[in-house]
């Protein structure tokens, strides 16, 4: 059989990096298995969902590099897919359940339904509400506003075998009669997604532990339509340092702020991927690594802490490893950041030429761009602190001196400069200590920057000479 799986997306706002590892785990299952990972938009929560959040959801995975086979801007044989576009689909499904018996029509008010609530909580504050059934059995049907409640089993018990969590046994007594469909016509999430999914025809689901409980009441829905019941995958929650639910008060959550702060979109993958799944000691992996690699044999049970300063160091490492993250590619997602700082003068070939000055230590890719700007802007960003401790006049006759030494370089590169340099310092008994700070203040306005020869060679040699020329030159900001 045909692997087929899906993300179900509600568009209510940013997307959620946890909801971005729900979609990965289903994106390497489907890769892995020559399977169809399925986009799907639950827009049913019609007050708070829009089409900026569509927009959002389809910008972000795209970024992320999960193509979806079917879905929103694809299409595919069992479109639409969007729910609020297959409301006559679901009127229709729910009315055969009706007809077979299997659900009924539900006249109660809201404030009907309130009263029992209050009556009940009067009673017994610690007693949890039941729909008492009042409509199961009435034939006669009124022209009044109605919901579709499904009938659920009194005996008995849903027993599933969960790809992560093993043998999940829920007693049906636990459950109640659910409501189907609105009386608007809109379903409610565990109609929906079921129906989706069978005429879909998704084999697995997967998705967070926090769903497991619509698990049960979605098997009796597929046992209803004697339909095949996929197979179920709950993955461990992501989860603050406090243990609470990660949310935006604990900081960045969002996709596009990942983005906007300059990860590499497959190190955000990678993050996630070992965010409640594990391959031996591996922690940094290629996407293709990824597909390879993946099972769901080795997903945790328990939920786990997001820690910011690991996802850091993981995309350290994707900006530095040229196997995970290409020079041209990196040069590509660098400009748009250096282009955002205001640099003049960006040429394509100059960013590649100085990537390697900074390649090493740049975490992410505004700080790449904040360590390159001082080879592209004249002049260059002067940190006042730096200057007024390094520029004095103590320091202007060693770089006068350096400035004829650079004059005297023949062939410029790095290695011709420093021998001449080292010459120098070694014929006026002196050590790079002293030079070094002055002059890397004058060419780059900062204490900390890439090796002073690296610097010098990337500037070249009219651009370096006039900056140690003027190195008191006023502090600037970008």
Known sequence: MTTRVRFAPSPTGYLHIGGVRTALFNWLWARKTGGAFVLRIED??????????VRVILDSLSWLGLD???????????????QMERLGLYKEWAERLVREGKAYRCYCTKEELEEQRALLKARDPKATFRYPRTCLKRTDQPDLPFVVRFKSPDAGSISYRDK??????TPNAAQQDFVLLRSDGVPLYNFGAVVDDIQMGITLVARGRDHMVNTPPQIMLYEAFDAKIPDFAH???????SGEKLSKRHGAVSVGEYQAQGYSPRAVLNYLARFGWSHGDQEVFSLDELVAAFDWEHCNKSDGKFDAKKFLAINHEHLKTPRLTGEDEYVDRLLPFLAARGVPGLVRERVLHVLPLIRERATTFVDAADRLDFVFRDPPVVDPAAAAKFLGPASAPLLRELIEVLRGVELWTVQAIEARVQAWLEDKKLQIKDVAQPARVALTGRT?????????????????IARLTSPAASPTSP
């Not at 049913?44 to 959040?53: H, K, P």
């Not at 992560?164 to 046994?169: C, I, K, M, R």
């Not at 993955?235 to 340092?241: H, V």
């Open 44 to 53: 049913t929560d019609q007050e708070r969902s829009t089409a900026e959040s």
């Open 235 to 241: 993955l461990p929650m992501m989860l603050a340092q």
């Open 164 to 169: 992560v969590f093993g043998l999940v046994t």
């Open 448 to 464: 900390a920057s890439p090796g002073l020869y690296e610097v010098i060679e990337a500037l070249g040699r009219d651009r370096a």
């Open 68 to 82: 979806w086979d079917e879905g929103p801007g694809k299409g595919g044989p069992f479109g639409p897919y969007t």
